[in-house]
């Protein structure tokens, strides 16, 4: 492993993760347990010596662990850790999809991966259920008070689907194209497109609290500080009084 040779905790946290192919192996097992063969699968291109090779760094890093009754690797508590820095990755990806797939390969767990993060953290009540439908893969979005469930499979009785390439299904619904501009795009949205609109909508909503919280804390400071001036005034003023 080659070091870049700087004390500081993004370059050391490169070190380990930042080699080709080792964040798409932990982003194979954020979805669960996969053996040899799976990650072969659902990494087109890795050749078998070096997947075995990144493997083993991962390993000896404490990212992943094998569980030799089941021949499976998964997330260690430490590699879990790296699940908000990989949505926040795809978060910045999102707009370079806008180039289109071209030859690339593609998998429904990624495009779910990819929802999934644009809708971390969002709630919305009533609740919306939307069919994602791209060539041959299907993604259901269950979006209910409580989060915004991805899965891959058919939606039973969606309120609205959605068909098209990913790159324009994505942008959609991180609302970066209005829906209006989606559909002259190529995208095909059948169903109730308030329920649509509702669940893009709810992603803003989130995404506008998350940036006040962090707004917050300095205009509370100044509040604080204003208040302890005034607390400190007010029991002289009362003094004096008397």
Known sequence: MRSYGQFCALARALDIVGD??????????AGGPCRFRDLTDGL???????????LHLM?????????????????TERGRDL????????RWGIPLMARGRGSDQ?????????????????????PVRVQILSGTDEIEIAAHRRAVEIRAGHALSPDATLRGPQELILRTLAGEIPLAAAAKGGLAISGSQPALQRLIESRRLRMASVQQAHRCPRLSAEIRSFMNTISAALPVRSIAAR
């Open 20 to 29: 080709r192919w080792t964040l798409l192996i932990a982003r194979e097992l």
């Open 59 to 75: 390993t000896a890093e404490g990212i992943i662990a094998r569980d030799d009754a089941t021949a499976t690797y998964q997330l």
């Open 44 to 54: 087109p291109g890795i050749a078998p010596n070096l997947l075995s090779d990144r």
């Open 83 to 90: 699940g908000d820095a990989l949505k926040a990755l795809v």
């Open 106 to 126: 593609s998998r429904a767990h990624w495009l779910a991966l990819a929802i999934s993060a644009v809708f971390d953290g969002t709630t919305l009540n009533p």
